[in-house]
């Protein structure tokens, strides 16, 4: 069992972040933020300070603006340290998250660093988008410990992490990094390590249909991205699209995915898994049967608290108004 996985999960396990760009320093400033005692290493020392600096600067003015917490901009500078280099920042870590740029060659260079200085107890997480954990991890050393932890820029923000096992991680190193992430106020999920993960390759899937959109005439760029984000990607700030589908009515999305295969293809035909729900007779919450099986007493609380907070939403919108450089865009 390592040193991580025997922490209680309210301990401060050290941590270091190596990369200390957008991502990496954004990672940095959310452990600093909970308490975390952490080394930040990059190119070289000067690089390392310069993020330190930034990123303490950027936590005070993000406590001003009432985006972090009274005391934010002190407790980050007060846990964020640079360090002299990769095997400096890892030497004592429990924690260690890997963010270099989105290159394989680059990230299994510094993994190897980093996996031959850290303690043999530690804990290894690469944050990125799409590279297989299992090809990663063939540059750890003692791969068991080595998981994907995959965050969403901006990280003080996004809640979301997708936490993906590697062929050796097991359950145990899954749950301790899950309970560290959690612990930060983060929302985990575990996922398989297959291409994408599951943010991009459905981010990606939407933004390739999206272009097919603008190249066949169907609407302009402008146009779509005001569609999304005031239909769909609305409702998606709140629910996923299994609980929006139950709540909407597999039957009806079953009749308009026959609707949209006439017209695109097999691409575009109904997943086996909701013409199969919608044979059983489960529809979604109309039944109380659906793909996540909403039903019963929560059905009314659920309800409630969609039309809730789709109200409190459409409020913030309003009271934030459109997004600077994008007014034009989102009144045509």
Do not use: C
Not at 48 to 54: C, I, Q, V
Not at 159 to 167: A, D, M, R, S, T
Not at 213 to 224: D, F, L, N, S, Y
């Amino acid at each position: 069992m390592t040193s991580m996985q025997q922490q209680s999960v309210s301990d401060k396990a050290a941590a270091a972040v190596v990369g200390a760009g957008y991502m990496g320093g954004g990672i940095a400033q959310v452990l600093a933020l909970h308490g975390h005692h952490v080394l930040l290493a990059d190119v070289d020392a000067e690089a390392a300070e310069r993020s330190r600096s930034r990123l303490t600067e950027q936590a005070q003015r993000f406590e001003d603006e009432g985006l972090m917490p009274a005391g934010a901009g002190q407790t980050v500078a007060a846990n964020l340290h640079a360090a002299r280099s990769v095997e400096d920042a890892v030497a004592s870590a429990d924690y260690i998250t890997e963010a270099v740029p989105e290159i394989a060659e680059v990230k299994s260079e510094v993994l190897g660093r980093i996996s031959a200085a850290a303690p043999e107890g530690s804990i290894i997480g690469s944050n990125t988008s799409a590279l297989p954990i299992g090809e990663l991890a063939a540059s750890v050393t003692r791969p068991e410990r080595f998981l994907g932890v995959h965050w969403m820029n901006p990280a003080p923000f996004i809640p979301g992490v997708e936490i993906i096992p590697g062929p050796q991680t097991p359950d145990a190193v899954l749950t301790a990094a899950e309970d560290l992430i959690g612990g930060l106020g983060k929302r985990t999920a575990r996922v398989a390590d297959t291409p994408g993960f599951v943010a991009n390759r459905l981010q990606f899937a939407l933004y390739k249909e999206a272009a097919r959109m603008v190249e066949e005439g169907t609407a302009r760029p402008e146009e779509i991205d005001t569609v999304v984000s005031n239909t769909f990607g609305f409702r998606l700030a709140l629910f996923g699209p299994f609980a929006i589908g139950d709540m909407a009515g597999l039957d009806v999305y079953e009749s308009a995915y026959r609707t949209l295969e006439r017209a695109y293809g097999e691409r575009f035909s109904a997943p086996r898994m909701v013409a199969d729900a919608v044979a059983a007779g489960n529809l979604g919450v109309k039944t109380g049967g659906g793909v996540l099986d909403i039903g019963g007493d929560e059905l009314e609380a659920l309800l409630a608290y969609r039309d809730a907070a789709y109200a409190q939403l459409s409020q913030l919108r309003s009271r934030l108004g459109f997004a600077p450089g994008l007014e034009g865009a989102a009144q045509h």
